[in-house]
């Protein structure tokens, strides 16, 4: 929502927050893919973005804009990160630290997926 200066519903927003979050849970082999196909297609089925664009956004250094949000939530919360990452639909598993790497590959692929071209 921030990102966007409001200009994306909250909804919206945490529509494509889960997606990235979905996606890097298979990717780390927490979430079968077979249930983050379910859980992505009942987000389509409302209606709700599964990307956007905002997600590509770079700071003037090159980092990702979205990493960079993650490491101030970080500092907010005390210097102790907790992300809720899905194991299962209903389940999930509290993690405090994220491969920022392969956060970028699942943007990059939610990328793809959506028709958007990558810009680098």
Not at 30 to 57: C, D, G, M, N, Q
Not at 71 to 100: C, N, P, Q, S, Y
Request: net charge negative; with cysteine.
């Amino acid at each position: 929502e921030t990102m966007s200066g409001y200009t994306l519903g909250h909804a919206e927003a945490v529509s494509v927050g889960m997606c990235l979050d979905i996606l890097y849970s298979v990717r780390k082999g927490w979430l079968p893919a077979a249930e983050a196909e379910r859980i992505i297609s009942v987000l389509k089925t409302l209606e709700l973005p599964v990307f956007h664009p905002l997600l590509s956004r770079r700071t003037k250094n090159g980092a990702c804009e979205v990493l960079k949000g993650l490491e101030a939530f970080r500092e907010h919360l005390g210097g102790h990160l907790t992300v809720l990452m899905l194991t299962g639909i209903g389940r999930g598993k509290d993690v405090h630290e994220i491969d920022a790497a392969l956060m970028e590959e699942c943007i990059r692929e939610m990328q793809e997926a959506a028709g958007y071209s990558i810009q680098e």
